[in-house]
């Protein structure tokens, strides 16, 4: 009798664990499920290309490179740090976008195309951030633990953009297609060039945030300047001729 009872308690004790772990296993199924959803409305709101979520899913790099790196992540966060990278370098070659285990995304990243992005392993992302192709999060090699950039809220980094660095990029930035950017940059702002310069936004944020090219140029800003002060220059010596005359 008593050993049918300890059996009975037994059963009982691994049935109340299954059904525990299957709840918690069900939560965060449920969980990785919303955040998924998440991501796929973020691709429809900011890529004027994308048809239907089913596209997303199974045709868009971007969201399979991010797909992965929830795996390789968790598995990184757990020590299983060659697992981790076996899966990433996978997906890197599928996708043609490398994102090291160690990285930390938040919600809504979109990464449009994708081909040749690469972001380190101490980068770290905010939520509703769009990358283009080509972009790299990466590191100066003078730099010890954290050595790659951190993104705010809100920031698009164009096509062919660098930041370099453990540098901080503010909420609502915009780093134009091709900058170089190597220092902060505060909340609002908008870097073009190489190195990156700011063009400040007076605490507004940027209209049109996928626009890439109707951007300042400080560099042209700055020729138009000094080409304004030659022809003052000139105005004034033809003057003083004037009078000699």
Not at 70 to 97: D, P, V, W
Not at 102 to 108: E, F, H, K, L, V
Not at 162 to 177: E, H, S, T
Request: with cysteine; glycine share 12%; charged share 25%.
């Amino acid at each position: 009798m008593k050993k049918e009872l300890s059996v009975l308690n037994t059963a009982a004790v691994g049935k109340a664990l299954l059904k525990r772990a299957a709840k918690r296993a069900y939560c965060k199924g449920t969980a990785l499920w919303r955040e998924v959803k998440y991501d796929v409305q973020a691709f429809r709101e900011r890529d004027p290309a994308a048809k239907s979520d089913a596209e997303i899913l199974l045709l868009y790099s971007g969201m399979h490179a991010r797909l992965a790196h929830r795996l390789s992540h968790k598995l990184y966060e757990n020590g299983h740090t060659f697992t981790a990278r076996a899966i990433s370098q996978g997906a890197k070659m599928i996708t043609g976008i490398e994102i090291h285990p160690g990285a930390t995304i938040g919600r809504g990243l979109v990464i449009d195309h994708g081909s040749g992005v690469v972001i380190g392993e101490t980068a770290e992302i905010g939520d509703n951030c769009t990358i283009y192709q080509g972009v790299t999060l990466g590191g100066t090699g003078k730099d010890v633990g954290k050595r790659h950039p951190t993104l705010g809220n809100n920031v698009l980094v164009g096509a062919g953009a660098k930041i370099l660095g453990p540098v901080k990029i503010g909420n609502n930035v915009k780093v134009a297609a091709g900058a170089v950017v190597l220092s902060e940059l505060p909340e609002h702002s908008t870097a073009v060039g190489i190195p990156a310069k700011v063009v400040r936004v007076g605490g507004q944020r940027v209209p049109d945030d996928l626009d890439q090219i109707h951007i300042p140029d400080p560099v042209q800003q700055e020729l138009n300047a000094l080409r304004a002060e030659i022809d003052a220059l000139r105005e004034k010596i033809e003057q003083k001729e004037g009078q000699e005359q």
